[in-house]
């Protein structure tokens, strides 16, 4: 991994650092419009034409309902798991649910401001190398809590045309009303458009590759009116560690990111003087037992070390990356994450791997990553809501606040909004 | 305006009153795309030269910083009317500070949730017709509260190239840092990326034309990195009466969305029969006086009344409708609030004229058109935070989940990930 120095970049070499490997969305856009197009006008046609091109299979039917008791077949230990990992996410995500706010701004005049679940929701779950019944729990789980109406989720088919167990499990444990087997762009555009067999969504979630990113980035634009949660890059993690930590633990960390795929990008921040050499031999050692080393040694030539004097600069470096993971493993860990500015989600001390916050610590793995961290939440509770603002005013409270609406009103030259004003009070 | 009996409509007829006067984005997306590159390449110069060619003056400097004590003149009873504002503005949005969310979802597990500012933010305050400072206390007052650091204000230059005092005078209150004297898609543009004398933001939020949302639209999915507040079209209300409702209230309800611009929509839903043509009576009545006679004209040929037996049904078609304004000017109008699942921002009784939400109740008048209040919120204090999730866990944390973990991982085919969680526990 390159190294460098904290103290002898420029502002101009920071900033270059912090930018990721290029996404060029420009080109995908060109090829995933025509797909997009296609589903508009030809639906399900163009949904099995398309699934049977890209995923080999023609599945029959192309979506179904969801069984509401999980009679699914999924091994012991599994569904243990599942429990503990629903119930750990539950319990963070409830903890979320919006109170209903009042306020009196002035005599007679009440505001409030109340949540709403946003009715129809469409949760994309990838395919491809493996099942991801996580993701499904992540986006699920909030989903049941706000008490979405119809979560519609979307998956690629497997080769023989189905679904695999654990997502038709999880599905049926979050109350989905509609399991589509399709993936790619083809799925978001139906899932965006709706079709003679699949229902048409308000909102879509959840991590795809290039084309579903791409696809609801040109969604979200688009006459089909829908929201989505974030663009997604390439999954990322930056850690901050010292002398004190220990190399295995660094070295573990760093590739169960990597492994995420060719173009995860992972950083280490190194804190004053630290074996590197000892922290690149255990990756290696780590390495060879994986088996998507290939992947991970991909990932490892996009990635990184920064070497920094204290803890104050590397938080600096981290708030000015704004990974998707920040790992605070060092010295003083618990107070450095008060300063943290800029990330999706952080993990504190020795003990708190990123893995568990993939899976089952409660918060939701659905993060901001490429840098959007400056600007984007995570998914929360708060992604399947809208909030709708309201307001009361008594005759009073009108007449109290009469003058400075006028007179505002006359100043944007806006007489009709002055005239409901004294029209009320004449 | 055209009326429609809800009892006799089909499901696709109501779907069909529900969709707005088409937005055709994609023509304006093509005339959008060269004005960004052209800022994207030529930075200030290019701002300026779009200016001179849009705005017809080339203002200098293009940007300046805000003075910090508003000494700047307005008349006494504009300031005057701006307190108030600011103040029940503050007062609503300050009660929607964000808590920091602790919870121990298993033993030694104790994730949280965090709230931190947006570091940059961009907010566009249209000119044209009026000057609007009430948009720029609606973006301003929150982004201070929530401790933006650096608060970028562009608007287009008046003809004389300077930018009138009322916006000024707000800027300063905001404690804005600079404002940019241009408009249209070349400010959004020059916001985004950034140029030699406009600072670069991560957000842009704020009302505007086609062009204006065309931009914010295409640069939400570039490389330039930015998030928006939401995708806006005209604006719009849905007002719900019944025969106990004043005529000429409804009547100037009605004629103060109109106004703001021919493309504007205004929806009566009336329960039970009602005096329709009093109603229209009142409106041209009122109409005759207003300045903007000619854009309310318009906009009424683009609206509309639905009769309904009920104020369920009246509340059922609002909220397919998901209006941006929805007054409930009706019997038992409380009661019937509290069954709104779409809109934007809600007015209950006799004497909450819309106008007062636009100014100065202490709502934020940012909010969804186009039906997008189905799954957008209206700008608030959330608009200008980011929430970063974190976990903590200790060695009996880690050993606890450990099983859960390393089963999903095993699973989902991520060796790496399990790792990390077997390597601690040796």
Redesign the interface.
């Known amino acids: 991994m390159k190294k460098y120095l904290y103290s002898t970049l420029t502002s101009l070499q920071i900033d270059e650092l912090c930018r990721r490997p290029?996404m060029d969305?420009e080109s995908v856009?060109g090829e995933v419009g025509p797909i997009i197009e296609d589903v508009r006008l030809r639906g399900d046609d163009a949904v099995l034409d398309l699934t049977q091109r890209f995923d080999g299979v023609r599945p029959d039917p192309l979506s179904g309902p969801v069984s509401n008791t999980p009679e699914i077949p999924v091994q012991a230990?599994?569904a243990?798991?599942?429990e503990?990992?629903y119930?750990?996410i539950f319990?963070?995500h409830k903890?979320?649910y919006p109170k209903d706010?009042i306020?009196e701004?002035?005599a007679g005049?009440v505001?409030s401001?109340?949540a709403?679940p946003?009715?129809r929701v469409g949760l994309y779950i990838p395919g491809g190398?493996?099942?991801?019944?996580?993701s499904l729990l992540m986006l699920g789980v909030p989903a049941k809590i706000a008490g979405c109406e119809e979560i519609v989720v979307a998956t690629p088919p497997r080769a023989d045309g189905t679904v695999a167990p654990?997502i038709e499990y999880v599905a049926s444990l979050i109350g989905a009303s509609c399991i589509v087997k399709a993936g790619g762009a083809q799925a978001i555009a139906a899932l965006a458009y709706g079709t003679a067999s699949i229902p048409k969504v308000?909102?879509i979630l959840g991590p795809g590759n290039r084309y579903v990113t791409a696809a609801k980035?040109?969604l979200?634009?688009?006459?089909a009116?829908?929201?989505i949660d974030m663009?997604a890059g390439p999954s990322e993690v930056l850690v901050i560690a010292d002398r004190q930590s220990d190399p295995?633990?660094i070295a573990?960390?760093l590739?169960?990111q990597?492994?995420?795929g060719p173009d995860s990008q992972v950083v280490l921040v190194g804190i004053g003087e630290m074996d590197f050499e000892k922290i690149e031999e255990e990756i290696s050692r780590?390495n060879e037992?994986?088996?998507?080393s290939d992947v991970?040694a991909k990932a490892l030539d996009n990635s990184f070390i920064v070497e920094t004097a204290d803890a104050r600069d590397a938080m600096a470096f981290a708030n000015r990356y704004a990974p998707e993971h920040l790992i605070i493993n060092c010295t003083g860990a618990?107070h450095l994450?008060t300063t943290?500015?800029?990330?999706?989600?952080?993990?504190?001390?020795?003990?708190?791997?990123?893995?568990?916050?993939?899976?089952?610590?409660?918060?939701?793995h659905t993060l901001?990553t490429?840098?959007?961290?400056?600007?984007?939440?995570?998914v929360?509770l708060?992604s399947f809501?809208?909030?709708?603002?309201?307001?009361?005013?008594?005759?009073e409270?009108?007449k109290a606040?009469a003058?400075?609406?006028t007179?505002?009103?006359e100043?944007?030259?806006?007489?009709?909004?002055?005239?409901?004003?004294t029209?009320?009070l004449q």
Not at 129 to 134: D, G, H, M, N, R
């Open positions: 290029a969305f856009f230990n599994v243990e798991a599942f503990t990992a119930t750990n319990r963070f903890a979320q706010l306020v701004t002035m005049i505001c401001r109340v709403r946003i009715k190398t493996a099942v991801l019944p996580s654990e308000d909102k980035m040109l979200q634009n688009s006459d009116m829908i929201s663009p295995a633990f573990a960390d590739l169960s990597a492994e995420h780590q037992k994986l088996s998507r991970t618990e994450s943290v500015k800029n990330a999706g989600s952080v993990f504190i001390g020795p003990w708190s791997a990123e893995s568990v916050g993939d899976y089952a610590s409660g918060t939701n901001p490429y840098g959007y961290a400056r600007m984007y939440s995570g929360s708060d809501f809208k909030h709708i603002t309201m307001q009361r005013l008594s005759e409270g009108l606040i003058a400075t609406v007179t505002m009103a100043l944007e030259a806006l007489d009709a909004h002055k005239n409901a004003i029209i009320r």
